[in-house]
């Protein structure tokens, strides 16, 4: 079997509270074939200080201003070496030290160009407050409000290549719109693993105000008439609905 070399994008911006403990959980896997990519819009606190920390295990790491989240992952893709990439953000933390040997497997074993599976939402002094379980993808689950957690998504290079990286016409909605072309589009074959890749902490742009809000389903919206969702008005009802259980 093929084992693929991952390459890790991480891409920060003033994250000294959480960059150093994103960085450890990568550089502990016990994984070989890592290719470790760090890209930060010019942090103007200790991010970099602390990045440079742990520069012999990290491949590449670059500095300077961008056009935001989306833009700086497009920076990672374009520089990554990798056969399969995967992005790690600098508030989030891998579950386990075997979580890329698992990954690599699963491409290994199964005729797939995605892999992905859940991911816990954590909180400060409460642990666990969010259990996002995916489940495996079949066709037109997209139509129904179903995504996978983008945190846990890892992807063959050679897709972006074909189908495009991050569009930043979409906003906080440009992973959604990413993931939904590629599977839901473009059909590109997919394999859930089941167990939980990431612990994030809980918050995000997307969330922090009504108007946040408010542009996040107006860009969700956009993203489904785009990729040819069926009904986007049903689709974005159940969006929401299709994570209640997560809380349980």
Same mark, same amino acid.
């Given at each position: 079997?093929?084992?693929?070399?991952? $390459?890790?994008?991480?891409?920060?911006?003033?994250?000294? $509270?959480?960059?150093?403990?994103?960085?450890?959980?990568?550089?502990?896997?016990?994984?070989?074939?890592?290719?470790?990519?760090?890209?930060?819009?010019?942090?103007?606190?200790?991010?970099?200080?602390?990045?440079?920390?742990?520069?012999?295990?990290?491949?590449?790491?670059?500095?300077?201003?961008?056009?935001?989240?989306?833009?700086?992952? =497009?920076?990672?893709?374009?520089?990554?070496?990798?056969?399969?990439?995967?992005?790690?953000?600098?508030?989030? +933390?891998?579950?386990?030290?075997?979580?890329? $040997?698992?990954?690599?497997?699963?491409?290994?074993?199964?005729? +797939?160009?995605?892999?992905?599976?859940?991911?816990?939402?954590?909180?400060?002094?409460?642990?666990?407050?969010?259990?996002?379980?995916?489940?495996?993808?079949?066709?037109?689950?997209?139509?129904?409000?179903?995504?996978?957690?983008?945190?846990?998504?890892?992807?063959?290079?050679?897709?972006?290549?074909?189908?495009?990286?991050?569009?930043?016409?979409?906003?906080?909605?440009?992973?959604?719109?990413?993931?939904?072309?590629?599977?839901?589009?473009?059909?590109?074959?997919?394999?859930?693993?089941?167990? +939980?890749?990431?612990?994030?902490?809980?918050?995000? +742009? $997307? =969330?922090?105000?009504?108007?946040?809000?408010? =542009?996040?389903?107006?860009?969700?919206?956009?993203?489904?008439?785009?990729?040819?969702?069926?009904?986007?008005?049903?689709?974005?009802?159940?969006?929401?609905?299709?994570?209640?259980?997560?809380?349980?």
């Amino acid at each position: 079997m093929h084992y693929p070399k991952i $390459s890790v994008i991480t891409v920060c911006y003033n994250a000294q $509270s959480t960059i150093e403990q994103c960085i450890r959980s990568v550089v502990s896997q016990d994984y070989q074939d890592i290719e470790y990519i760090i890209i930060d819009g010019a942090s103007t606190d200790n991010t970099v200080s602390i990045i440079e920390k742990y520069i012999k295990d990290i491949r590449l790491f670059v500095s300077a201003p961008d056009n935001g989240i989306y833009d700086a992952m =497009n920076k990672g893709i374009a520089l990554a070496r990798g056969d399969v990439i995967g992005i790690l953000n600098a508030d989030d +933390v891998f579950a386990g030290n075997h979580i890329l $040997s698992d990954i690599a497997q699963a491409f290994a074993g199964n005729a +797939v160009d995605i892999v992905y599976g859940d991911l816990d939402y954590i909180k400060p002094g409460k642990g666990i407050v969010r259990k996002w379980r995916a489940g495996q993808y079949k066709k037109g689950m997209f139509n129904r409000g179903w995504m996978p957690p983008h945190p846990t998504f890892y992807c063959k290079r050679q897709v972006f290549a074909r189908f495009g990286n991050y569009s930043l016409e979409f906003g906080t909605a440009a992973d959604y719109e990413l993931m939904l072309r590629f599977m839901h589009l473009r059909q590109v074959p997919s394999f859930y693993l089941q167990q +939980v890749f990431v612990k994030m902490m809980v918050g995000g +742009v $997307s =969330n922090k105000n009504i108007i946040n809000r408010i =542009n996040s389903l107006f860009f969700d919206l956009k993203a489904m008439y785009r990729n040819e969702i069926i009904f986007p008005p049903i689709a974005l009802l159940f969006k929401p609905l299709v994570k209640i259980v997560q809380y349980f």
